[in-house]
């Protein structure tokens, strides 16, 4: 089944000789916890098949539906379906592939980070123009008095 | 089929309602250029077929996959496929989606090979 490649990280995580945060498995694939997570929630999502990249699929190949769809569940039972999240694929050095056993991210969290610090930034800089129009208006104030 | 949204962009470009810098395009999918690229070569590949989000995709369609290999295609065309480049899909407003008809958009920061036409038409 997993046609394995001997010095591939991925191909022993799947055969178990190598620990991971496993959160799925089915016949095809396999999905883990990212060891240097990019974000709060961040799984790989791999074929048990040794398959390079992206562009080693074949047209009959229905792989990546299958790692969509596990997408899907994982992205449900964690409870970012509806709320978020990213899923995709880096293919050969020049789009960011580290591992080259075909994988799929699934990446949620960061934004919603983002939006609070936006929202405390925002909250930060109206509440200095308010403090400084108070103090411009008692200045005003004073002087006409 | 899903029938056409009136209201959708994707929609009305699959249609040739609205122009687009169209690449590529098979009876399953259309990709074209995004109006505002993130990337040297910034390609969205578009279903014909409306559906609202990766999670909407019904179990049984291969629709992703045909997705990934006209990305792999497109990356050939442009001369990126073995320099690399990255399949994304954004799901929901949390996730980036910003239009709510499944695309994938194809993006590589390498430099395209501009100089080829990759035989596409361009709609007007």
Known sequence: ?145 | MAPMQDDCVFCRIVNGKSPADIVYEDDRVVAFRDANPAAPLHILVVPREHIATLNDVPEGSDIISHCGQTAAKIAEMFGVAESGYRFLINVNHGGGQVIFHLHVHVVSRSNPDMGRNPGGRTSK
């Open chain 1, 1 to 145: 089944m997993t046609d394995s490649a001997n010095d591939c990280v991925f191909c022993k995580i799947i055969e178990g000789k190598l620990p991971a945060q496993i959160v799925y498995e089915d016949d095809l694939t396999m999905a883990f916890r990212d060891s240097n997570p990019a974000s709060p929630i961040h799984i790989l999502i791999v074929p048990k098949r040794h398959i390079p990249t992206l562009n080693d699929l074949t047209e009959e190949d229905a792989l990546l539906c299958r790692l969509g769809q596990v997408a899907q569940k994982i992205a449900g039972d964690l409870g970012v379906a509806e709320s978020g999240y990213r899923f995709f694929i880096n293919v050969n050095r020049g789009g960011g592939q580290r591992v080259f056993h075909l994988h799929a991210h699934l990446v949620a969290g960061n934004d919603l980070g983002t939006f609070f610090i936006k929202v405390a930034v925002g909250v930060a800089v109206l509440w200095r123009k308010l403090v400084s129009l108070v103090k411009r208006g008692d200045r005003r104030g004073g002087n006409t008095s």
